[in-house]
Nanobody, 116 residues
Framework: QVQLVESGGGLVQAGGSARLSCAAS????????MGWYRQAPGKQRELVAR???????DYADSVKGRFTISRDYAKDTVLLQMNSLKPEDTAVYYC??????????WGQGTQVTVSS
C-alpha cells in the first residue's frame, strides 16, 4: 500500500500561483500513475492532472495551459504548479496514486482557495 502526504495550498488571489506537493511512501515500487484530483463544495471529485510512469501527462480541459504536473521518480513525489488561478479553482485537492495492481490511494486533501 502507498501512503501519500500533501503540502501546499492555502489562500491565493485570482491570477496568482500556488504549488502543491505530494510525497509517497510505502510500496512505491508499485506506483503506476500519480496525479491530482479536486473536489469543490457540492461537486463531484474530478481529475486535475496525472502523470504516468512513462512520463505522459493528462490534464483536465479547465486547467490546460495553466497547471503543470511533474514527477520526481527518484523521490516518489509529484508536484502541481498552478498558475493564473481562478476562483473556480477553489477546491480541496487530493493526491492520488493508481498502483500497477489497480489499487487507488488518496492523500488527506489540501484546501486551495482563490479569492476574486
Amino acid at each position: 500500500q502507498v501512503q501519500l502526504v500533501e503540502s501546499g495550498g492555502g489562500l491565493v488571489q485570482a491570477g496568482g500561483s500556488a504549488r502543491l506537493s505530494c510525497a509517497a511512501s510505502g510500496s512505491t515500487f508499485n506506483i503506476n500513475i500519480m496525479g491530482w484530483y479536486r473536489q469543490a463544495p457540492g461537486k463531484q471529485r474530478e481529475l486535475v492532472a496525472r502523470a504516468t510512469n512513462f512520463g505522459t501527462t493528462d490534464y483536465a480541459d479547465s486547467v490546460k495551459g495553466r497547471f503543470t504536473i511533474s514527477r520526481d521518480y527518484a523521490k516518489d513525489t509529484v508536484l502541481l504548479q498552478m498558475n493564473s488561478l481562478k476562483p473556480e479553482d477553489t477546491a480541496v485537492y487530493y493526491c492520488h496514486v493508481l498502483s500497477k495492481t489497480g489499487f487507488n490511494s488518496w492523500g488527506q486533501g489540501t484546501q486551495v482557495t482563490v479569492s476574486s
